[in-house]
């Protein structure tokens, strides 16, 4: 019984993991006052540093031709004050790595939940696993 709900423990958590992802923060280069098109897109979770020394995070709302972005705040960051930007972005490796480890949790646990039940018929001759006792 623990075994089931250990399994049900984790496909919750597998679920979770699938959807979330692993993510992680990744540098976009700056040149000429402005970033890659492209690099940047509506929707990104991104950390600025600007070169006033504020560090900023934020989600993109807008993104105007690679010089300047608005976030979430109506804040406008152009690309020339800042002096590093990084973009979370799925690290496919990292999610696959995860998603493996909790996948053998899930198969281990079924593993034991079988063997405890044919632990149980051998050693006990019972009902619980489809055999017919003889009579007393």
Not at 36 to 46: I, S
Not at 80 to 91: E, N
């Amino acid at each position: 019984m623990r075994a089931l709900r250990l399994v049900q423990k984790s496909s919750w958590l597998l679920a979770f993991a699938g959807l979330t992802g692993c993510t992680g923060y990744q540098s976009v280069p700056l040149r000429d006052g402005g970033f890659p098109l492209g690099a940047v897109r509506a929707g990104d979770d991104v950390r600025a540093a600007m070169r006033s020394g504020e560090t900023l995070a934020f989600e993109v709302v807008s993104v105007e031709g690679g010089t300047s972005m608005t976030s979430a705040s109506g804040i406008r960051i152009a690309a020339t004050d800042l002096a590093s930007l990084q973009i979370a972005r799925r690290d496919p490796q990292k999610t696959q790595m995860a998603l493996s480890v909790i996948g053998g949790v899930l198969a281990a646990a079924l593993l034991i939940q079988n063997a405890d039940v044919v632990v149980v018929c051998a050693q006990y001759d019972t009902n619980y696993c489809g055999n017919v006792l003889p009579p007393p």
